[in-house]
C-alpha cells in the first residue's frame, strides 16, 4: 500500500537531517535555505517487536517489516503561495503526499540561522499553515475560472485534496545540550503545547538520530544517554506517521518467512487478503485468524488449533492489528 507522508517545515529547522535518520540515505544538508530543491523519497520500515517475536516462534528464514514512504520536501518561506523561495514547486510536491509530518525547530542556537531570525515554534507553525491556506485559495480560485470556461493548467484542474486538510503530525526538533525551549519553558513553550493539545504530536533529536543511524541496535541506548537524548524519537515519528495514514499490520508467519501487511484500518478480511494476492480478496472463502500474542504463547500452531484458538471468520470480518490470518481461496 503506497501511501506517503511528507516532511516539510521552514528553511534549517532539520528536515533533511531528519530524513537522512528515517532513511539511513544520505541527502543534501546545509545551513542555508533550500538545500534541498528535488524531494528525496525513502521507504522506511515499521519497527515491530511483533514481527520478531513471531519470526522467533516460527524460525523463519526471513521477516519482511511493514513499510511507511516519507518524502523530503525542500523548506516553505512566507509568501511561498506567491512563488516566493520556489514555494509553488514546492506545494505542487506536498499535493502529492496522504499526509504531512510538520517539522518545528524548538531551540535556540545562533551558529544555525534561522529563516524568521529566532525560533518561535506557534510562529513557524502559523506561517507554513497560511501559505498552504493561501494555496488551498488559490486552487479554489481556479476551479472558479475553470467553470467559467478560462483556461487551466495540467494539475490545477478541481478535485484537488486541499493541502491544509492534510492530516498533520507535528515533529517538534530539539538539539542535544541545546536551548530547549521545552526545557527553558518559556512563554514559546506555553503557546506551543496549548496549540498541540488536540494535535498529534512527537518530539525528537533529528541531530542525534542522524549521528547514530549507522550504529548497531545495542549501541544505540548507551550514545543516546550520552547524548542526553533517552527516547528513541525517530520510531516513535515512524509509528505515529503510520497511524497518521490510519494503517494497522496483519502477520503471515511460517518457516519461510514472517511478514508484516500494511492495510488500512477498518479492512475486511478479503481487502486485508487482497494485500497479499487479488485472489484473496476474488475468489475468498474463509480466513483462520489468532491474535499474534496468543498464538506466540500457544508455542505452536498445533496446540493453539488443538485449544480452539484460531477462529474461523468470513468476509464480513473486520481485521485487527496484530492479527496472524491464513487465508483460504477457491
Given amino acids: 500500500m503506497a501511501l506517503s507522508i511528507g516532511i516539510i517545515g521552514l528553511p534549517n529547522v532539520g528536515k533533511s537531517t531528519l530524513f537522512n535518520a528515517l532513511t539511513k540515505k544520505s541527502v543534501l544538508v546545509a545551513n542555508y535555505p533550500f538545500a534541498t530543491i528535488d524531494p528525496s523519497v525513502g521507504v522506511v520500515a515499521v519497527p515491530d517487536q ?14 519482511i517489516p511493514a513499510a511507511v514512504e516519507f518524502v523530503d520536501i525542500a523548506g516553505l518561506v512566507r509568501g511561498a503561495s506567491e512563488g516566493e523561495g520556489l514555494g509553488n514547486q514546492f506545494l505542487s510536491h506536498i499535493r502529492e503526499v496522504d499526509a504531512i509530518a510538520h517539522v518545528v525547530r524548538i531551540f535556540d542556537n545562533a551558529n544555525i540561522g534561522h529563516v524568521e531570525g529566532t525560533a518561535d ?6 506561517i507554513i499553515n497560511t501559505e498552504l491556506e493561501l494555496a488551498d485559495l488559490q486552487s479554489e480560485e481556479k476551479r472558479e475560472s475553470s467553470k467559467k470556461g478560462k483556461p487551466v493548467r495540467p494539475g490545477e484542474l478541481p478535485g484537488l485534496q486541499k493541502l491544509s486538510d492534510k492530516p498533520v503530525l507535528y515533529v517538534l526538533n530539539k538539539e542535544a545540550g541545546g536551548h530547549n525551549i521545552d526545557e527553558v519553558n ?12 488536540d494535535k498529534k504530536w512527537v ?5 542525534v538520530e542522524s549521528e547514530l543511524r549507522e550504529l548497531a541496535p545495542e549501541d544505540k541506548q548507551q550514545f543516546r544517554q550520552e547524548y542526553g537524548s533517552v527516547e528513541d524519537g525517530i520510531n516513535n515519528l515512524i509509528h505515529a506517521g503510520y497511524e497518521l495514514l490510519g494503517l494497522i499490520s496483519f502477520f503471515t508467519t511460517g518457516a519461510d518467512e514472517t ?8 479492512s ?4 486485508a487478503g487482497a494485500a497479499i494476492h487479488s485472489d484473496f480478496r476474488d475468489k475468498f472463502i474463509r480466513a483462520e485468524v489468532i491474535n499474534w500474542q496468543t498464538l506466540v504463547g500457544a508455542t505452536s500452531w498445533g496446540k493453539a488449533r488443538e485449544a480452539g484458538l484460531i477462529r474461523t471468520e468470513g468476509k464480513e470480518y473486520i481485521v485487527k492489528d496484530g492479527d496472524v490470518i491464513v487465508f483460504l481461496h477457491s
Fill in 50 to 63: 511483533r514481527l520478531e517475536r513471531l519470526a522467533e516462534f516460527s524460525k523463519s528464514e526471513k521477516k
Fill in 121 to 126: 515554534p506557534l510562529r513557524d507553525i502559523g
Fill in 186 to 197: 518559556d512563554e514559546r513553550w506555553e503557546r506551543l503545547t496549548e496549540f498541540l493539545a
Fill in 203 to 207: 518530539t525528537v533529536d533529528a541531530h
Fill in 259 to 266: 511478514r508484516a501487511w500494511t492495510i488500512k484500518n477498518g
Fill in 268 to 271: 475486511t478480511a478479503p481487502e
